[in-house]
C-alpha cells in the first residue's frame, strides 16, 4: 500500500504544477512566475509548425512523452511562411493543454532582418490573434519574433525595434508573457546587458 501511494504522490505533482485556467504567466525580475505563481524553468524543444504542418498530433504528445514542460511552435505572418488560421492555433493550444505542455508561439518572417517594419509585421500578427491567446495566458507565451536583428553591433537599435513592437502588441491590447530574442540571430547577449531594459519596458504590463 505504501508503494502504491508513493506511486500515486509521484503523479500527482506534474498535474498540480501545470497552470490552471485562471490567472497568467507573469515576470518578477529575473524569475519567469507561472500562472499559480510558481518559478517555472523550461524543458522543451522546437516544432517547426509552417513547415511540418499536420504533424502536431504526434509531436506534441512525444514532447510531453520525454519530459518537456513547454513546445516552442514556430508560425508565420504569412509573407515568407504559412500563417495560421484561427482554428488551427486553437488545435495547437488545446494539443498542449491536453498533453500538459506550455506553448510558445513565435513567428519566423523577421529571422536574422534588421528592418524594424518586418518586427512590427509580427507585432501585428500577435494582436490579430489576440481574443484567442488572451483567453490562454495560463498556458501560451508569445515569442515575438525568431530572432529578429541579424546585426551584432548596435543593442540600441535592437531595444528601439523591441520598444515599438512590444508597444504595439500591448496597445493592441494582448496580454500574454513575452520573449524576446538577443540580437545577432539571438546570439549576441551583450544587448540584453546594454539595452534589454530599455525594450522590455515598453508598454504597461512590464511582462516581458
Known amino acids: 500500500m505504501k508503494k502504491l501511494i508513493r506511486i500515486l504522490a509521484l503523479m ?18 529575473t524569475r519567469l512566475l507561472d500562472a499559480n505563481g510558481n518559478d517555472f524553468v523550461m524543458r522543451g524543444v522546437n516544432y517547426s509548425w509552417c513547415w511540418q504542418k499536420h504533424k502536431e498530433v504526434t509531436v506534441i504528445p512525444a514532447a510531453a512523452r520525454i519530459g518537456c514542460n513547454t513546445i516552442r511552435i514556430q508560425l508565420g505572418t504569412g509573407r ?4 495560421p488560421t484561427r482554428s488551427e492555433l486553437k488545435k495547437l493550444i488545446t494539443l498542449c493543454e491536453e498533453n500538459h505542455l506550455i506553448a510558445v508561439f ?7 532582418s534588421d528592418n524594424v517594419a518586418d518586427l512590427e509585421e509580427a507585432a ?3 494582436v490579430d490573434m489576440k481574443d484567442l491567446l488572451n483567453e490562454h495566458t495560463s498556458t501560451t507565451i508569445v515569442n515575438i519574433a525568431n530572432e529578429w536583428y541579424g546585426a551584432s553591433n548596435n543593442a540600441q537599435a535592437w531595444a ?7 508597444s504595439i502588441i500591448r496597445d493592441g491590447g494582448l496580454l500574454n508573457t513575452l520573449i524576446v530574442d538577443a540580437a545577432g ?8 546587458f546594454e539595452a534589454a531594459d530599455k525594450g522590455a519596458s515598453a508598454g504597461p504590463l512590464h511582462n516581458t
Do not use: C, E, M
Not at 515568407?80 to 500563417?83: A, M, P, S
Not at 513565435?106 to 536574422?112: L, S
Not at 528601439?160 to 512590444?166: E, F, Q
Not at 540571430?185 to 544587448?191: A, D, E, F, L, V
Open 12 to 29: 500527482i505533482i506534474p498535474l498540480a504544477s501545470y497552470a490552471q485556467d485562471s490567472g497568467t504567466f507573469s515576470v518578477s525580475g
Open 80 to 83: 515568407k511562411f504559412t500563417r
Open 106 to 112: 513565435n513567428t519566423h518572417d523577421a529571422t536574422g
Open 124 to 126: 501585428r500578427f500577435w
Open 160 to 166: 528601439d525595434g523591441y520598444r515599438s513592437a512590444i
Open 185 to 192: 540571430w539571438g546570439q549576441w547577449p551583450r544587448s540584453i
